[in-house]
């Protein structure tokens, strides 16, 4: 067994993460970067030095889940889900089910609750937020953000739901209630049913090509009849009806049955 897929395995054992799951090139050229920088010549030192390191099994893990994020990414996208699908979703139910899965460091849940606040009061708003990086989430809970985080937000936006304090703002507790935070594998855990929407943005890229069929075959049992997959402006779903969706705008997919 080669070194890499020994690495696979033993951290398959350590933390339960299937790296088999994401695609090899990405993964072993991040990685290795990391592996060099901490002075190792090999995955197995990598492995070992994590062993006997916990601060650097954290800092493995957010180098594996790329936390990249922003408010309102892409902002013609939030636009569609403000004007077009949250408008046909309340339609049919008044308080809805809403998963931001894979959340990074919350600027996507707490974007959606911006959102959605056109047209409910934020008490009414529940967003369950996941994310397999524990690091990620307590960010996320403490909702700081750098001003490069809040370019795409709109200026309205901004002055109502963020304090400036030096050069960081902070989300709105009424904002930060409406999301609950838990860790997930989106890979090896079970997901909730009865969703009317899941966002899941900027992740699948990274995952192999049976990783994503799974994910997607996953995603659509956890939608009811009418709920809507949001997918990032990379991840375009070629044959959305071999799981059950068809497409009602450009990256979002409703469930069709």
């Avoid at 008044?94 to 009061?121: D, F, H, N, Q």
């Avoid at 985080?149 to 209630?177: I, N």
Wanted: glycine share 4%; net charge positive; aromatic share 14%.
């Amino acid at each position: 067994m080669g070194d890499y897929e020994q690495f696979i395995v033993n951290i398959k054992r350590k933390t339960g993460i299937d790296l088999s799951k994401y695609k090899e090139a990405q993964m072993k050229r991040r990685l290795t970067s990391l592996y060099e920088k901490k002075g190792c010549r090999s995955f197995k030192d990598f492995f070992d030095l994590m062993n006997a390191d916990a601060n650097l099994l954290n800092e493995f893990l957010d180098r594996m889940t790329i936390n990249v994020s922003e408010f309102y990414r892409n902002a013609k996208r939030w636009e569609t889900l403000e004007k077009k699908i949250f408008p046909r979703l309340l339609s049919e139910n008044k308080r809805l089910k809403i998963w931001s899965a894979a959340c990074s460091t919350g600027e996507e849940p707490y974007t959606t609750a911006m959102v959605l606040s056109s047209y409910l009061p934020l008490s009414q708003i529940s967003i369950v937020a996941t994310d397999l990086d524990a690091n990620a989430i307590q960010k996320a809970k403490r909702g700081v953000y750098s001003e490069r985080s809040l370019a795409e937000v709109p200026s309205e936006k901004k002055r109502q739901f963020f304090t400036k304090e030096g050069d960081f703002y902070t989300v709105s507790e009424e904002v930060k209630r409406t999301v609950t935070f838990r860790k997930q594998d989106l890979l090896a855990d079970r997901f909730d049913s009865g969703f009317d929407l899941i966002i899941c943005r900027n992740v699948m890229i990274y995952f192999t090509e049976e990783a994503k069929d799974q994910l997607y075959k996953k995603f659509s049992a956890a939608l009811r009849r009418g709920g809507v997959l949001f997918v990032g402006s990379t991840e375009q779903i070629f044959n959305p009806a071999e799981y059950g969706f068809e497409a009602e705008d450009t990256f979002f997919y409703r469930k069709t049955n």
